[in-house]
């Protein structure tokens, strides 16, 4: 019996052997060029909506374009030598003002996480 549980322990050693998470890190700038944007206006009193506008082009509210800083931290879990998985938090803080207005500063802030597929070489 003690022989069984030795070799099981050294088959689950072996399995991770094969599997290797790969931490990287990023950062860069953006660029980006509004093509259409849409508005919505809601009113809430007491935490009760009152009233709900969505209109369809506010183009000239915003200007066309946008810059910024992307931070990236990744993983890739390779499962073959010709296959990974990669996961990947994005994060990116856009550094200029976009609303043409006067009533606050506006700018791009997005937070996303992706997954995919790597082909490696």
């Known amino acids: 019996m003690q022989h ?3 070799v099981r322990r050294i088959q689950i050693v072996d399995l ?3 599997v290797r998470i790969p931490i990287y890190f990023g950062v860069g700038p953006y660029g980006s060029y509004l093509t259409k944007s849409q508005g919505v ?3 809430y009193y007491l935490d009760k909506l009152l009233f709900k506008k969505t209109s369809a082009q506010h183009n000239d509210s915003y200007v066309n374009y946008d810059y910024g800083i992307n931070a990236v931290v990744g993983w890739n879990v390779t499962l073959t030598p010709k296959l990974a998985i990669t996961v ?3 994060c990116a803080r856009g550094l200029k003002r976009i609303n043409k ?3 606050s500063d506006l700018t791009n802030n ?3 996480v992706v997954a995919g ?3 490696l070489r």
């Open 88 to 90: 990947e938090a994005r």
């Open 16 to 18: 991770f052997k094969f």
């Open 117 to 119: 597929i790597s082909l």
């Open 4 to 6: 069984n549980r030795l």
């Open 110 to 112: 997005a937070f996303g």
């Open 101 to 103: 207005t006067n009533i």
């Open 41 to 43: 206006v809601e009113i």
